[in-house]
C-alpha cells in the first residue's frame, strides 16, 4: 500500500507545478470570500452546510487570504528570475520589470477589450456612462482602467476587483529594489516590514487612505525570503512530516484566529502557510493536485472575469444553484470555459503572437 506520507517523496524545488495547485486553492477561497458574503447568501437564500452563521461568517471573509498569497507567489517566482541572473543592477533591472509589466498588462489588456465590447454590445450598457464625468476626462480614464490601475488614482473602473492589479504593477516596479534590500540585510529585514502595515494602518485610518501595497508588502517580502534563503526545502528535511503536519495544521488554525480576532495585517505575515502546506501534502494526493492545478492554470483569466459573471451580469444565473458548493464550483466552472475561449481568441487572433514578439524584441535589446 502507497503511504500517503512517505519520506522523501516530494522534490526540495517549490516548483511552478507547486505554484499552480497552490493558485488552484487561492482561487477557490477567492470565489468563496465573494460569493458567499452575507448580503448574496440572504439576498438568494443560499443554502449552507454550516449552520453557526458567526463561524460561517470568519470563514467567508478569512477567504481574502487569497491575495496575500498570491503576493508571496508572485514575490517568490520574480525572486527566483532575479536571483539567475548573474547580477542585479539598477541599470540591468528596466528591462527586467519591462517585460514582467509587458506580461501583466497584456493579460489585463486583452480581457479589458473583450469585456468593453461585451458590455456595450451583448449588454447594451453605455461606456460613456462609467467614465464620463463631465470634465472631459473620459478618454483618460478608459486608458487608466485598461492597464488596471484604476484603484491607484481613484478613477472609475470597469471591474471593481481589478484593485489587486495595481498591487501587482507596484510589486513589479519594485521588485529589483527589495531584492537587493533583501539581499543585504537578509533576515533582519523581516521584522521591520511585518511591523509595517500594523504602523501604517493607524495612519491610514486617520487620513482616510488606503494603501493595500504597505498591507501586502510583508507577504512579498516573505516570499522574497523564501526562494532567496532556500525554506521549503529546508522546512522539508527538517523533522517527521507527521509532526510538521500537526504543527501547520495549528499554524493554519492560528492563522484564522489572528484573521478573525485581531486582525488581516498580521495574518498576512502568515501568508506561507498555503504554498508550505501544498509543498508538504497537496502536491502529493494525485487527484486533487491535478483538479486544483488545472484550476490554477487560469488563475490570472478567473481572477479578471469572474466579477463580470457572478456580480455585474449574471447574478440570477450563478445563484440559481442555491447551494453554497454549487454556487462556487459552478462559477469557477464556467470562469474555466470563458477562459479557455478568451485563449483560443488571444492565439487565433495573433495577440500571442504579437505580445511573445514584444517580450522578444525587449530581451534582446542591449
Known sequence: MTKLFAENAAPLQFSKEHTLITKGILIILMIVHHTL??????QYQVQTFISNETLLIHIVSFGSMCISGFAFLSAYGMTQSLKSRKSVQWNSCFKWIGVRLIKLESSIFFIYILALLYKRLIMHESISALYDNGAGTKFI????????????FNTPQINITWWYMYFAVLLIITMPFLYMLYDKFRCLLLPVICLLPMAVSPLQTRAGIQSNYAMLLPSAVLGIAFAYEGWFGKIQQAGHKIIKLACMLFAVKLTFDIWSYVGREPAYTL???????VFELIAQIPILSTVLKQIGKHA???????????????????YSFRYSLCIVFG???VCMAVSVIIELLKKISGYDYLISKIVCKLETLS
Open 331 to 333: 462559477l469557477i466552472a
Open 141 to 152: 480614464y478608459l486608458i487608466i482602467d485598461a492597464f488596471g490601475m484604476a484603484a491607484y
Open 300 to 318: 490570472t483569466n478567473i481572477f479578471l472575469i469572474h466579477t463580470f459573471i457572478y456580480y455585474y451580469w449574471y447574478t440570477d444565473f450563478i
Open 271 to 277: 501568508a506561507f502557510m498555503i504554498p508550505l502546506i
Open 37 to 42: 458574503d452575507t448580503q448574496f447568501r440572504n
